[in-house]
């Protein structure tokens, strides 16, 4: 399977919510009902560091991109990881592929720290995150319900750059 690891493209957008909505279905990887319009998903994400896997035929196999988690200055360097890979293309490393970037590029931009807060039942995302240098520092009791009433715990993860020490 080959894919390269590119920018994210305002014309991704269909594929990307697709592999969102994929997440959603799982009802483990995130509290979302539904993927937001282009616009909405635009306006609270980082400008810089959105990726895509994306296959020679324009086909996206998975997407990472980071959040402000403050608009305080002190926590410029601070940003919140969102990673979702298409059903089809789990368990073939993509992920890790990904990740891995995206936590190369965010040290290029001056993020300091990446953290996620993962449905503790999504075993593959703490695994990934684990995997690429995150460590548990936490959990959150029962923060969110589900659209079909169940309730879930989040475990808190962090990535601190190696550049702070």
């Known amino acids: 399977m080959n894919y390269k690891i590119d920018e994210m493209k305002a014309a991704d957008w269909t594929q990307v919510a697709e592999i969102y909505e994929e997440g959603i279905k799982t009802k483990i990887a995130t509290f979302q009902s539904e993927a937001p319009s282009w616009e909405d998903w635009n306006k609270s994400h980082c400008e810089s560091c959105r990726l895509v896997a994306r296959a020679d035929d324009d086909i996206i196999f998975g997407w990472a991109a980071l959040s402000p988690v403050s608009s305080r200055c002190v926590y410029a360097g601070v940003a919140e990881l969102s990673i979702y ?34 449905i503790k039942e999504n075993t593959p995302s703490l695994n990934l995150h684990k995997k690429c240098g995150f460590r548990e520092i936490g959990y959150r009791e029962k923060p969110g319900k589900m659209d079909n009433g169940k309730w879930h715990d989040v475990v808190l993860v962090e990535r601190r750059s190696k550049l702070i020490g």
């Open 85 to 118: 890979i298409g059903n089809r293309y789990q368990g073939k490393k993509i992920g890790t592929a990904l990740l891995e970037k995206l936590i190369e590029l965010s040290e290029n931009y001056g993020y300091w720290t990446l953290q996620s807060g993962i």
